[in-house]
């Protein structure tokens, strides 16, 4: 999952915003018990020496009021971008080339 954001003109972020809710509605299928590990968050996290982690139980309840529809998802997400920091356009052109990749490779 990443951030719709990234390269943000709306129609591109619309677009990733769909394809984010998507990923979200597939890792709601996982089962309760599974750990969940993210890669990034939002804010710094003061490092205890522990991972930051959540059984899929509780992922799944907090994104049930964010899925309720995908255009209502993409509503949320879309309507305060933040401008595109400018080393992000390099990233976002590797990841969506690798994603290209990997669905080739499916």
Do not use: K
């Not at 509780?58 to 998802?73: I, K, N, P």
Request: with cysteine; aromatic share 6%; hydrophobic share 40%.
């Amino acid at each position: 999952m990443g951030r719709p954001d990234l390269h943000a003109d709306l129609d591109a972020a619309c677009a990733r915003a769909r394809s984010l809710c998507a990923s979200l509605q597939r890792l709601r299928t996982l089962p309760p018990g599974l750990v969940v590990l993210p890669a990034h968050t939002s804010e710094p996290i003061a490092f205890d020496g522990r991972p930051i982690a959540a059984r899929m139980s509780d992922v799944d309840r907090w994104l049930a009021g964010w899925l309720t529809s995908e255009s209502a998802f993409v509503e949320r997400v879309t309507s305060n971008l933040p401008p595109t920091p400018p080393n992000f356009l390099r990233i976002v052109d590797r990841e969506e080339y690798q994603r290209r990749l990997e669905d080739v490779r499916r």
